[in-house]
């Protein structure tokens, strides 16, 4: 049980970690606010914490009270039958919604490049996942990256213009985003410190030193204001 706390904790700073980076990129133009989905999102995430909860507390119940079997009248068996049918028709309405306003998903077929973290493991992944203790399906925007060390540097993966460098407080820690041509923006998060001379209007080449990380990157690509796969364009 405790340990279902501190998931949910980390859980918790993690997704708001995820919204406050949406927003910044939303209020820079770089993507489209989606409110609907986040709506949706947040809706079904409190559904899926509220029953892990209850089911939590029931099994807490059952554990310290120990009560011989009573025979349920059919009519609650019913009742409860129809009940779980119902739940199970929203939910699927619920799954259907949440599918129609899935962000859009940005194509890439050239060459690939470097990674913005040298030598680092990928330890989360693009897109859709079910999230194993709420068994409720996340769509992740961005990819992390670890460091096997402390102090790993951060690198542009491409020319281009430095649009936003600035410590965002919190999880997320300093941003760097820069915009490449065609429409393509590499968002660099959670990093510790900036490199001297980072600034916004600065051009940078291909490999320039961003700054630091303690060991986490979150790398996400946006083209044409829709998220990309960051694995698509880079190397590991």
Same mark, same amino acid.
């Given at each position: 049980?405790?340990d ?9 700073k993690?997704r708001s ?5 949406q927003r ?8 489209? #606010? %989606?409110?609907?989905?986040e709506e949706?999102?947040?809706k ?6 509220r029953?892990?909860e209850r ?7 059952e554990? %310290?009270i ?5 025979a349920q009248? !059919?009519a609650?068996?019913e009742?409860k039958?129809?009940?779980? =049918?119902?739940?199970?028709?929203k939910?699927?309405r619920?799954?259907?919604e949440?599918q129609?306003?899935?962000? =859009?998903?940005?194509?890439y077929? /050239?060459r ?6 040298e030598?680092s ?6 897109? +859709?996942?079910? %999230?194993p203790i709420?068994k ?5 925007? #961005?990819i ?7 102090? *790993?540097? &951060?690198? #542009?993966? !491409?020319?281009g213009?430095i &649009?936003?460098?600035?410590?965002s407080? /919190?999880?997320l820690?300093?941003?760097?985003i820069?915009?490449?041509?065609n429409? !393509?923006?590499t968002i660099? *998060?959670?990093? *510790?410190? !900036? *490199?001297? /001379?980072?600034?916004v209007?600065?051009?940078? #080449?291909?490999?320039?030193?961003? /700054?630091? &990380?303690n ?6 690509? +946006? ?6 796969d960051?694995l =698509?364009?880079?190397?590991?």
């Open positions: 049980a405790r279902k706390v501190i998931y949910r904790e980390r859980f918790d993690i970690t995820q919204r406050a980076l910044k990129l939303a209020s820079l133009k770089i993507i489209k #606010s %989606d409110k609907i989905f949706i999102e947040a079904r995430l409190a559904k899926a914490q029953l892990e089911n939590r507390v029931e099994t807490i119940r554990e %310290d120990e009560q011989p079997p009573i009248p !059919l609650i068996e009742n039958a129809a009940y779980i =049918k119902e739940q199970q028709a939910g699927e619920e799954r259907v949440h129609r306003h899935m962000p =859009k998903i940005a194509k077929h /050239g690939k490049t470097i990674s913005p973290l030598g493991r990928l330890i989360k992944k693009f897109g +859709t996942y079910i %999230d709420y409720f399906k996340i769509f992740n925007k #961005s992390t990256l670890k460091s096997s060390h402390k102090g *790993a540097k &951060v690198k #542009s993966i !491409l020319r213009r &649009v936003f460098a600035e410590d407080g /919190g999880m820690g300093r941003v760097v820069i915009e490449h041509d429409q !393509l923006h660099y *998060a959670k990093l *510790a410190r !900036l *490199a001297p /001379g980072i600034h209007g600065k051009q940078v #080449s291909k490999g320039s030193i961003l /700054g630091k &990380v060991k986490i990157l979150m790398f996400e690509v +946006t083209k044409n204001n829709k998220h990309m960051p =698509k364009l880079i190397k590991l």
